[in-house]
């Protein structure tokens, strides 16, 4: 699921300099906004690659929690991220069987498999979900450039000198993504609103709170996914970041 989750430092690099200059000048072209917003996302993310980090993630339904595991991240060659459980993490518990004893028993095992299903079901879901949020985070430069060569990615100013970046179709028909930058071309907010299969009837909404590493690096902290439909919501928290592992 995940949701897996990773954006660039905007002052670390030489290229920020330039970018910060390019924004910060009278009159910038809503194009050249755009490009010097691409090429920040695109360095974050190539310094990211650098790294390795826990990820945690906590689902809860209907308010309460349901599961919650810890994984090692990192990039692998192919340029996606590789999840593997994180040392200590504890293996799923073997279900024990057990002998029908028929009459009543036997009503409760057609239950059990009734709910057994559903949660099968489920599981099938919020993979479906994973899936979808991997095509969000972190946001991918060819996709802003398809979306502006479609006419679909505008920049907005807003209030305290923060420019909002905003793609709509950017993954699929109807959906949205906001991605904030303040002055100094730090990343300040980032949400999307997209949809597993219908819009309007499984809307998943995503809000990502970032943290900075030493080196300046920007990465989700936090991100937090609202499956209105099924009442789901996942919290993943990405902590633990080391370089060059």
């Given amino acids: 699921?995940?949701?897996?989750?990773?954006?660039?430092?905007?002052?670390?690099?030489?290229?920020?300099?330039?970018?910060?200059?390019?924004?910060?000048?009278?009159?910038?072209?809503?194009?050249?906004?755009?490009?010097?917003?691409?090429?920040?996302?695109?360095?974050?993310?190539?310094?990211?690659?650098?790294?390795?980090?826990?990820?945690?993630?906590?689902?809860?339904?209907?308010?309460?929690?349901?599961?919650q595991e810890q994984k090692q991240c990192y990039y692998g060659a192919d340029g996606k991220v590789q999840k593997t459980p994180a040392a200590g993490a504890a293996p799923p518990a073997a279900k024990k069987e057990e002998p029908a004893r028929g009459g009543r028993r036997g009503g409760g095992r057609v239950k059990e498999n009734i709910v057994e299903n559903?949660?099968?079901?489920?599981?099938?879901?919020?993979?479906?979900?994973?899936?979808?949020?991997?095509?969000?985070?972190?946001?991918?430069?060819?996709?802003?450039?398809?979306?502006?060569?479609?006419?679909?990615?505008?920049?907005?100013?807003?209030?305290?000198?923060?420019?909002?970046?905003?793609?709509?179709?950017?993954?699929?028909?109807?959906?949205?993504l906001s991605i904030g930058f303040d002055s100094a071309l730090k990343l300040s907010s980032y949400k999307s609103t997209s949809y597993v299969e219908k819009p309007k009837e499984d809307d998943v909404t995503l809000a990502v709170t970032f943290g900075k590493l030493p080196d300046g690096t920007a990465f989700p902290q936090q991100i937090l996914l609202d499956v209105k439909a099924k009442q789901i919501q996942v919290k993943v928290t990405n902590s633990g970041h080391k370089k060059g592992a």
């Fill in 1 to 67: 699921m995940k949701a897996d989750p990773m954006l660039k430092s905007l002052l670390a690099l030489a290229p920020a300099a330039v970018l910060l200059t390019t924004l910060s000048a009278q009159g910038p072209s809503p194009q050249e906004k755009i490009a010097a917003l691409k090429e920040s996302l695109a360095a974050n993310q190539a310094a990211l690659k650098q790294y390795s980090w826990i990820e945690t993630t906590t689902i809860s339904m209907k308010g309460e929690v349901k599961k």
């Fill in 118 to 176: 559903k949660v099968e079901d489920l599981k099938d879901y919020m993979e479906q979900v994973a899936a979808l949020v991997q095509e969000y985070v972190p946001p991918d430069p060819q996709k802003l450039q398809a979306a502006q060569a479609a006419g679909h990615l505008t920049v907005q100013p807003s209030t305290g000198g923060v420019v909002v970046l905003q793609a709509t179709d950017y993954v699929k028909p109807g959906d949205s």
